[in-house]
Structure formats: C-alpha cells, structure tokens
C-alpha cells in the first residue's frame, strides 16, 4: 500500500470468490521467462488462442507491445528493467482481481525481478513458465535482427550476449522449445492451466 498520506485504498465489496463465480474460472499468471526469440511471444498468442477457444476469459501482456505504451518511457538498464517488471506485475494483478488467466511474456532476466512479480501477484497465482532454448538456436532465429545488432556493437546490455540471463532455479514448467514441438508446449500448459481452474 502506498505510504503517501492523501491517499486512500479504497475496498470493493466484490470478492475474488464472486468473480471466480461469475466467469466460472480461477485467476492466475502464466510467467514466460527466457532469452529473446526462445519462443515466449509465440507460445503466449497460441496458448491465448487455445484458451478463448474453450471460453476461458484471458489475455497476453508481451514484453514488446507493453514498451509502445504503459513502459514506453523506460530504457534497457537494470533500473528500468526492474521498474517495467514492476509494472507489468502490478497490471498482471489487477487482471488476477478481475478474474482473468494472464500471460506474462518477458526475457525477466534477474531472478530478483521475477521474484518482486512473484510477490506482487502473489505466489498462489504466480506460475513460472521457463520457455528455453540454446543461444545458437536464438540467435539462428532472430525474427527482429537484435541478436544481429548485439554482435556488432549496436545494442549494448542485450540479454545473452553482453548481458546475463539468470536461469530459474524451479520454475513451476520447463519448456526445451528447440527439442519440444509447439502442440506439445501448448497441451502441457493447458493442462497446467485446466488443472489450476479445477
């Protein structure tokens, strides 16, 4: 709660028992972490999809579509790193309060920083999703060229090649994307997700 003294958290008689009622589900947030083009973007649309598809109320807060707007005044320096993480998890919160199945999609690459979003959602609704695959694998893929950029000097701090990525120490799901098919990735999420909802 903010300690500023002019302002006021004000309660809403809604509980999270009456919301779970209405939309016949239970909130969580699925955290997709690992490097650039591990495939977390991709696996978090698809998995949307699938859930709408069997009427699960959800939606996919991606690490590239929330920097063109709410985090658009942040950098790529561990300060605003740590601040965007903040942010989404916050926002991530509130669609949990809302009732909504939430898709985190960000390279999070400080354990620290997954932890504050652990604790800000809370840890019965936090699920840590490790999406990984090796470097090389990455960087073959590089849909937008950064990896590109990042070997010639272009972009500095970037995760994985001059800046480190801090692999979970127990993440909830584990996911090889260079050794495990898309439908399989999906199927085994869905059945965390069908588990937690029951």
Sequence with gaps: MP??????WHRTAVTPEMRAML?????????????????????AFSLE???????????VLDGDNIRHGLCRDLGFDGQSRTEN???????????????????????????????????????????????SAPLYVCESRD?????????????????????????PDCPDVYLDTSRTPLPDCLERLAGLITARLN
């Design 85 to 131: 993480i903040r942010r989404v998890a916050e926002v991530a919160r509130l669609m949990n309060d809302a009732g909504l199945v939430v898709m985190a999609a960000f390279i999070s690459p400080y354990r620290r920083d997954r932890e504050l979003a652990r604790s800000i959602i809370g840890g019965e609704r936090f699920h840590e999703v490790h999406v």
């Design 23 to 43: 939309s016949e589900q239970r909130p969580l947030t699925l955290w997709f972490t690992g490097l650039s083009a591990a495939g977390k973007s991709t696996l």
């Design 3 to 8: 300690s500023e003294p002019n302002l006021t």
């Design 49 to 59: 999809n699938l859930l709408v598809t069997n009427r699960i109320h959800c939606c």
């Design 143 to 167: 849909p937008k060229g950064l990896y590109k950029k990042a070997r010639r000097g272009e972009l500095s701090g970037f995760t994985g090649v001059d800046d480190p990525y801090e692999v």
